[in-house]
């Protein structure tokens, strides 16, 4: 039975009615009328997934033929750029579709993002690398798909996949012709559509009910740990953000949600949107996991040693990643308390933020401000060096240990 069926079965049968009694949770609530579409049927994101994509990458998985699409896609770069010749027919006619920016696009709204991203970069990198990244392994359902799919076996590589999605949209010209965020976007959305088709084919994924993973509820919620949570966590720093900039910064991920193949009756149209959106989605879920304070503690060593090849500097990575997320969700990524230095951290981060805005003269900078920023500088060179010459590729298995 392909996933498509397998999908129908679930929804058909009444399995959704009977999860969602599971879950324990309430009906979908949030109205489409706060989406970028303004209107839309009011479908539980739960029970939806990329009903344009999955068919297609789980047709291209059967047939066995994702190893050649994979070598031609690695030729396919440049948002302007044909897509290769050779692909299967299907695939072609789903990417040719997925690769159009929606007619909501504002090329202007766009280009002021860049300016946004540009001029706050470093906040930017360290919210989405220690404050998305830990926030992703107190995510259960993402926690596990990550753990049990194929990335999860090399985490590095992983991370710097993923990465490459930050780099690319931190690009002046990510959405331009010469831009590289379509394809990356496309090829994302291809990769997700993979991990569909194949965790549900892994011993360890739940066989009784186990829901299809990397719902549209799923991605809203990891969606929320991107620029929902950034722009909360830039305004808690009081770091100073025009209306303009931060309702483009919005856009630039509307945009992104959209070529992700979230469903446009699902994208908030304003922050006030996203936050109760978030509210609803994002902070119910949070909870620990096996395989998410596994993953933390990956992520926090890759870190670390990409600010200092030995590592040593991890400790201060906890401190910062505590302080970046705070106790709750620390706990539940069980990033180790630093006794010496939490308290540290805690005070000389808010002097770096002044610094950074110009709140502060020099003179007044602790030496632990001082060591906080000359750590975050090497970690955003490190986390910049992996762009560019990586490739997002589709799975054709499962973790395989
Ligand atoms: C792969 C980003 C949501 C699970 C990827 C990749 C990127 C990415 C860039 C490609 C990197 C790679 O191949 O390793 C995003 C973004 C999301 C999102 C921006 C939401 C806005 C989710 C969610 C889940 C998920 C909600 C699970 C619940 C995965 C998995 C892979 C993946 C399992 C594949 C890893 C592999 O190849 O084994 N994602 N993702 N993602 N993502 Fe997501």
């Given at each position: 039975m392909d996933g498509l069926s397998r999908r129908k079965m679930l929804i058909v049968s009444g399995g959704a009615l009977g999860a969602l009694g599971a879950l324990g949770t309430s009906a979908?609530?949030?109205?489409?009328?706060?989406?970028?579409?303004?209107?839309?049927?009011?479908?539980?994101?739960?029970?939806?997934?990329?009903p344009e994509a999955d068919p297609v990458v789980a047709s291209i998985l059967d047939r066995g033929l994702v190893g050649e699409v994979n070598r031609l896609l690695r030729?396919?770069?440049?948002?302007?750029q044909p897509l290769p010749a050779g692909l299967p027919e299907d695939l072609r006619a789903f990417m040719e579709q997925a690769r159009r920016l929606p007619a909501w696009a504002d090329q202007a709204k766009l280009d002021r993002a860049a300016d946004f991203v540009t001029t706050k970069g470093t906040y930017l990198i360290l919210l989405y690398g220690l404050g998305g990244g830990m926030l992703s392994c107190a995510i259960p359902n993402e926690a596990r798909a990550v753990y049990y799919s194929k990335g999860g076996a090399d985490l590095k590589d992983r991370a710097a996949k993923t990465g490459k999605l930050g780099y690319d949209l931190q690009e002046?010209?990510?959405?331009?012709?010469?831009?590289?965020m379509i394809v990356t976007a496309v090829k994302t959305r291809l990769v997700h559509a993979a991990v569909r088709h194949l965790?549900?084919?892994?011993?360890?994924?739940?066989?009784?009910?186990g829901q299809i993973p990397i719902s549209q509820n799923d991605m809203l919620v990891t969606w929320h740990t991107l620029p929902t949570y950034v722009m909360r966590k830039l305004t808690e720093w009081r770091v100073r953000i025009g209306s303009a900039e931060s309702a483009a910064f919005l856009h630039i991920w509307q945009v992104t949600a959209h070529m992700l193949g979230i469903k446009d009756e699902y994208i908030p149209a304003s922050w006030d949107a996203a936050d109760a959106q978030s509210k609803q989605v994002l902070d119910p879920v949070l909870a620990t996991t096996r395989e998410g304070v596994d993953l933390a503690d990956k992520i926090l060593t890759i870190s670390a040693k990409g600010i200092t090849p030995d590592g040593s500097t991890r400790p201060l990575v906890n401190s910062l990643a505590r302080h970046i997320v705070g106790d709750r969700v620390a706990g539940m990524a069980a990033?180790?308390?630093?006794?010496?230095l939490d308290p540290l951290v805690g005070t000389g981060f808010p002097v770096w933020v002044a610094l950074r805005e110009n709140l502060?003269?020099?003179?007044?900078?602790p030496q632990i401000t001082r060591t906080i920023d000359d750590a975050i500088r090497k970690y955003i060179l490190f986390y910049l060096s992996?762009?560019?010459?990586?490739n997002i590729e589709i799975p054709d298995m499962n973790r395989p240990s």
């Open positions: 979908w609530a949030w109205s489409p009328s706060g989406s970028v579409a303004g209107a839309g049927a009011g479908a539980d994101p739960r029970w939806v997934w990329d030729t396919w770069t440049r948002n302007d002046p010209n990510a959405y331009r012709p010469d831009g590289r965790l549900p084919q892994s011993p360890h994924w739940p066989k009784d009910g990033i180790p308390r630093e006794f010496l502060i003269p020099l003179p007044l900078v992996g762009g560019r010459q990586i």
